[in-house]
């Protein structure tokens, strides 16, 4: 698999420092694995481990029984499904006492209530002045999935619209518009809205006014399936009412995002970028429908391309990246990363720009310092992935069969080793069964949001990962998914997909009942 932007005339510097003059990212992965993961510190594996891992990855074809350690989802880092909303807020299983410690400060610093500037609490204060949440528990309630709205009276605080406009042509391209340019010349340009920015804020410290006021409404849609069997689908209509700063500008994309569930990501930032990259297929050159392909990100940390893996449209590399964005856009915190204490506003928000801030008259550069930020990010690659459930049972195991032979893993791809790492021993070489390939794939346009962002077309998502999605009702009180929450079960979910999984969409609503309650059962027990 050759990718262009290796083989483009880069700025001298960053092709120096980032790719050098090795033209395929497999092998550039393989054999500098610091190349494309900067923010790893890692062992190359061996020829004997490398052998090993393919063996223990392939996928099996006996479904008769579990496979060996198919309980422990997480590898090592696995721990005790709870049977309370607690599910998803423990450390990993092979953490340190010591480690297990900074995991409870940066627990602290995920729960902390930010306040508006100034205040007497000096380090807490730098809210806003637009946000869309006061903590990071706030979206991540219990470090599961976000409550989408029910309806236009339903004041859910877990949801929000990402915003941006349509950029006409390839003239004065940004330095990171000319690097995506030249990984596919066929990407949209987009830039963020010139009023409200890249994502809309529905909250407002006292003196300012809100963005706007998420609304939604649904239409019902049936659908058919074979005995006799009936689903129905909700299909969204999303509006961005209220409008605090006057209107959006013309041809300005909307697309509703509700907060994922937080388990494992520590262990997906760890998956090798070569292993990753394997499973990429973008022109389907093996004619199974699938085309998968990478989303390749600017860094703002790291100076560079490197690969997306976090977010519905694999828009940040690293959980530490993920994270800085989100105090920026979500809470109007500054970080190392994002250092505008005036988070997403804009320079048309003038009042926004000039408000007081929490460096306002302290010492620090930041709202939220490098040690702050590296507490939090240990915490969210910490969370624990819980054992599976029921791996024995014959219907969960007639499920993955069913799983396996309609065609979902081929985006859902079940195991992965992990990179040996030299400071992260929780995440290091370990089994893991995450159930994604972490590529960009077109779901159809019943799913679309028509927003590009970045490489990602308006059809495009990232495969999300499926383990712990059997516990969403226990740990988040509700049963929806997709990135904007409105499919109401796992078979709804199963029945919104299109395009690349149109075929296997379609054999789930044509096979026999029992077999479709089997294989929901098997995804209620990841």
């Known amino acids: 698999m050759k990718l262009p932007f290796l083989n483009w005339t880069l700025r001298a510097t960053a092709c120096a420092a980032c790719f050098g003059s090795l033209t395929s990212a497999s092998a550039l992965a393989q054999d500098n694995p610091n190349l494309l993961s900067p923010h790893l510190n890692v062992l190359p594996r061996t020829a004997d481990e490398t052998d090993r891992i393919k063996k223990v990855t392939a996928p099996t074809t006996d479904f008769t029984k579990a496979e060996r350690f198919e309980a422990n989802g997480g590898g090592g880092t696995t721990v005790r499904a709870k049977n309370n909303a607690d599910a998803f807020s423990s450390v990993s299983a092979n953490a340190s006492f010591e480690r297990e410690l900074d995991f409870k400060v940066g627990n602290g610093l995920f729960k902390k209530l930010w306040v508006s500037s100034p ?46 406009v349509p950029v006409d042509g390839t003239k004065n391209m940004t330095e990171i518009e000319t690097y995506l340019h030249a990984i596919d010349p066929t990407t949209q340009r987009t830039a963020p809205e010139p009023t409200y920015g890249g994502q809309m804020q529905d909250l407002a410290v006292l003196g300012h006014a809100a963005e706007y006021r998420f609304d939604v409404t649904y239409t019902e849609i049936d659908v058919t399936l074979s005995d006799g069997e009936t689903a129905q689908l909700r299909r969204p209509n999303y509006t961005a009412a209220d409008l605090g700063y006057g209107p959006l500008a013309e041809g300005a994309m909307l697309s509703p995002r509700v907060t994922q569930q937080m388990i494992g990501l520590g262990l997906l930032e760890a998956i090798p970028v070569g292993d990753i990259l394997a ?29 997306g893996r976090f977010g519905h449209k694999a828009g940040k590399p690293t959980v530490r990246e993920q994270s800085a964005a989100a105090f920026s856009g979500d809470i109007g915190i500054s970080t190392p990363i994002f250092p505008s204490p005036a988070g997403d506003c804009t320079q048309a928000q003038d009042k926004c720009q000039t408000a007081p801030h929490g460096t306002t008259g302290g010492d620090g550069a930041f709202e939220i310092d490098a040690q702050g930020l590296d507490l939090v990010t240990f915490y969210a690659r910490n969370l624990a992935v819980p054992a599976r459930r029921d791996i024995d049972d014959p219907d969960v195991l007639r499920g993955k069969e069913l799983f396996y032979q309609v065609g979902c893993t081929s985006c859902h791809v079940p195991k992965f080793v992990t990179d040996r790492l030299v400071d992260q021993p929780e995440q290091s070489f370990q089994l893991i069964w995450p159930y994604t390939d972490l590529l960009l794939h077109d779901m159809g346009a019943g799913l679309a949001d028509n927003r590009p962002e970045g490489l990602a077309n308006g059809q495009e998502w990232r495969t999300p990962p499926l383990w712990g999605i059997g516990m969403t009702e226990r740990v988040s009180g509700h049963s929806y998914f997709l990135h904007d929450g409105r499919a109401r079960s796992l078979l709804e979910a199963v029945l919104w997909h299109g395009g690349e999984a149109q075929t296997a969409r379609d054999s789930v609503a044509k096979m026999p009942r029992q077999d479709r309650a089997a294989l929901i059962k098997y995804l209620e027990s990841l």
């Open 119 to 164: 205040s007497s609490t000096l380090v807490s204060d730098g809210l806003g002045p637009l946000f869309n949440a006061r903590s990071c528990q706030t979206c991540h309630i219990k470090d599961g999935r976000g409550h989408p709205p029910e309806n236009a009276d339903d004041n859910a605080v877990s949801i929000f619209l990402r915003v941006s």
């Open 279 to 307: 499973n990429e297929d973008p022109d389907d050159s093996d004619g199974d429908g699938i085309s998968g392909r990478a989303s390749w990100v600017w860094s703002d940390e790291f100076d560079r391309i490197m690969l």
